[in-house]
T-cell receptor, first 114, second 113 residues
Framework: DTGVSQDPRHKITKRGQNVTFRCDPI?????LYWYRQTLGQGPEFLTY????????KSRLLSDRFSAERPKGSFSTLEIQRTEQGDSAMYLC????????????FGQGTRLTVV | GENVEQHPSTLSVQEGDSAVIKCTYS??????FPWYKQELGKRPQLIID?????GEKKDQRIAVTLNKTAKHFSLHITETQPEDSAVYFC????????????FGPGTSLSVIP
């Protein structure tokens, strides 16, 4: 599969634990996005990268969330001290910069905080 | 800040009828407007997009129209089929923020056989 892949697909964690998700974008794509989606809502922007540079982080995102893309390829999203309100689908997408082209989404990681 | 609104939130149509979903955006500099379809349990997938240098674009049974003056755009699906049932999201890029894509809240479309 040469599309965007995310790991794990599902994660159940206890409140207060830290979790880390991984996204592998399409290899030639230099933009990588993280979105969060809750039931019945559209994808909510979290942060995004152009190559290894983090261009923007949503003002809605607490300091418990951090993302990296160290070599401009895969990215990780970490949530520290998880809360029940963090339960959601975390989607990663990638695209080519400047092309205003299609952003391809991964299958997502569904997080459940119990 | 940037915002994309979408209406209606739910829409039911009889098979064969048309469906129309409308969106408005706040950033007057936005120039790229994609539409995504998300089936239950699956990832969002692009179905059509429009750029601000055109007012309408068609692809088989799907068409999008854009009114830049009014800052609204619409998705039209003709001759609906049961497999069109899904959640549809409109989106717009934010020129004030590195072209990030902002999504609307979605429209759940049900096509009744």
């Amino acid at each position: 599969d040469t599309g965007v892949s995310q790991d794990p697909r599902h994660k159940i964690t206890k409140r207060g634990q830290n979790v880390t998700f991984r996204c592998d974008p399409i290899s030639e794509h230099n933009r990588l996005y993280w979105y969060r989606q809750t039931l019945g809502q559209g994808p909510e922007f979290l942060t995004y990268f152009q190559n290894e540079a983090q261009l923007e982080k949503s003002r809605l995102l607490s300091d418990r969330f951090s993302a990296e893309r160290p070599k401009g390829s895969f990215s990780t999203l970490e949530i520290q001290r998880t809360e029940q309100g963090d339960s959601a689908m975390y989607l990663c997408a990638s695209s080519l910069v400047g092309a205003m082209g299609e952003a391809f989404f991964g299958q997502g990681t569904r997080l459940t905080v119990v | 800040g940037e915002n994309v609104e979408q209406h209606p939130s739910t829409l039911s149509v009889q098979e064969g009828d048309s469906a129309v979903i409308k969106c408005t955006y706040s950033d007057s500099a936005s120039n790229y407007f994609p539409w995504y379809k998300q089936e239950l349990g699956k990832r969002p997938q692009l179905i059509i997009d429009i750029r601000s240098n055109v007012g309408e674009k068609k692809d088989q049974r799907i068409a999008v129209t854009l009114n830049k003056t009014a800052k609204h755009f619409s998705l039209h699906i003709t001759e609906t089929q049961p497999e069109d049932s899904a959640v549809y999201f409109c989106a717009a890029n934010s020129k004030t923020s590195y072209d990030k894509v902002i999504f609307g809240p979605g429209t759940s479309l049900s096509v009744i056989p």
